[in-house]
C-alpha cells in the first residue's frame, strides 16, 4: 500500500482560503499525475483538479476554476491545492490521488489518501 497523506482541511468562512497538502512516498510520486477529488456523503466522488508529473499540465473542474490552484513540488514529494473565495458548496471531504495517466475519472487512479474534511460556513 503506498502512502498518500493529506493535511490542511478545517473550517472557514465562505470567501476565505484553505490550503491544502499531499505527501507521497517518492516511489509513488515518480511519473505519476496526482489529482484531488471530493466526495459528499451519499454522493459520488467528483474530480477537483490534476496535474502531470513535470508539473506542465494542469486540469480543473470548472466550478473551481480561477478560485482553486494545484501545484507540485517534486523535491518535497507533495502536492497542494491552494482554495481561494471557498463557498459553502465546496463543504466535504477531498481526497489525494496518484496515478500513471493524467486524468479526471476516480477509476484511473490507482492509489488514495485518508481524505481530509473543508468545511465552508456561511
Known amino acids: 500500500q503506498v502512502p498518500l497523506a493529506e493535511s490542511g482541511g478545517g473550517l472557514v468562512q465562505a470567501g476565505g482560503s484553505l490550503r491544502l497538502s499531499c505527501v507521497t512516498s517518492?516511489?509513488?510520486?515518480?511519473?505519476?499525475?496526482l489529482a484531488w477529488f471530493r466526495q459528499a456523503p451519499g454522493k459520488e466522488r467528483e474530480f477537483v483538479a490534476v496535474i502531470r508529473w513535470s508539473g506542465g499540465t494542469t486540469i480543473y473542474k470548472d466550478s473551481v476554476k480561477g478560485r482553486f490552484t494545484i501545484a507540485r513540488d517534486n523535491a518535497k514529494n507533495t502536492v497542494s491545492l491552494q482554495m481561494n473565495s471557498l463557498k459553502p458548496e465546496d463543504t466535504t471531504v477531498y481526497y489525494c490521488?496518484?496515478?500513471?495517466?493524467?486524468?479526471?475519472?476516480?477509476?484511473?487512479?490507482?492509489?488514495w489518501g485518508q481524505g481530509t474534511q473543508v468545511t465552508v460556513s456561511t
Open positions: 517518492p516511489r509513488t510520486f515518480t511519473n505519476m499525475a
Open positions: 490521488a496518484a496515478g500513471r495517466v493524467l486524468a479526471t475519472t476516480p477509476r484511473q487512479f490507482d492509489y
